[in-house]
Antibody, heavy 125, light 107 residues
Framework: QVQLQQWGAGLLKPSETLSLTCAVS????????WSWIRQPPGKGLEWIGEIHHSGSTTYNPSLKNRVTISVDTSKNLFSLKLTSVTAADTAVYYC???????????????????WGRGTLVTVSS | DIQMTQSPSSLSASVGDRVTITCRAS??????LAWFQQKPGKAPKSLIY???NLQSGVPSKFSGSGSGTDFTLTISSLQPEDFAIYYC?????????FGGGTKVEIK
């Protein structure tokens, strides 16, 4: 059974860098895209970005200048860094897996099928 | 960015009720839509992908439909474990975007 185990610092001061890691166990790492999503307390979900095991990334333009997602295929893990955090970055951060399917459009499509348990990151002075 | 609008934002229903949640995209997304269920303090759980395909292990009381800009999630007979927040999400284009959520509460 595939599991996503995530960890990282839960309390940051403004201007610091958020750093989270997600380790994948119990299954393949190379057949998927890997994503980060966040959820401010009591609010909805925001997609941060994704990475393929090859290292190819796509980011949300709203965060693009501050976010980096990286991958370590030797350890089956991927990481999120978000620089210059403010109180607005306070949220539960989730790592997640994207799985593909092939449809009549002759293309592969990727959707989120498995989520980590989430890490609450609080930014406060 | 594609805006995803869910309605209603909340609803009250009784056990056994049939419940329908609507999700509208600001532009056409074909059928590249997923639905998630989130319970308090938990991560979202995948229910449906490609608008109408049930994720493995999800009970058949959940169903989805729609294409283009208008989509629905239906729960055929609401059970106590179904009280949660439901989110739609488009994966037609980047950035991926979610609806604001629909909270299903006990009447």
């Amino acid at each position: 059974q595939v599991q996503l185990q995530q960890w990282g610092a839960g309390l940051l001061k403004p201007s610091e860098t958020l750093s989270l890691t997600c380790a994948v166990s119990g299954g393949s790492f190379s057949d998927y895209y890997w994503s980060w999503i966040r959820q401010p307390p009591g609010k909805g979900l925001e997609w941060i970005g994704e990475i393929h095991h090859s290292g190819s990334t796509t980011y949300n333009p709203s965060l693009k200048n501050r976010v980096t997602i990286s991958v370590d295929t030797s350890k089956n893990l991927f990481s999120l860094k978000l620089t210059s955090v403010t109180a607005a970055d306070t949220a539960v951060y989730y790592c997640a897996r994207e799985i593909s399917y092939y449809d009549s459009s002759d293309h592969y499509h990727w959707y989120l099928d498995l989520w980590g348990r989430g890490t609450l990151v609080t930014v406060s002075s | 960015d594609i805006q995803m609008t869910q309605s209603p934002s909340s609803l009250s229903a009784s056990v056994g009720d049939r419940v329908t949640i609507t999700c509208r995209a600001s532009q056409g997304i074909s059928n590249y839509l997923a639905w998630f269920q989130q319970k308090p303090g938990k991560a979202p759980k995948s229910l449906i992908y490609a608008a109408s395909n049930l994720q493995s292990g999800v009970p058949s009381k959940f169903s989805g439909s729609g294409s283009g800009t208008d989509f629905t999630l239906t729960i055929s007979s609401l059970q106590p474990e179904d009280f949660a927040i439901y989110y739609c999400q488009q994966y037609n284009s980047y950035p991926r975007t979610f609806g604001g959520g629909t909270k299903v509460e006990i009447k």
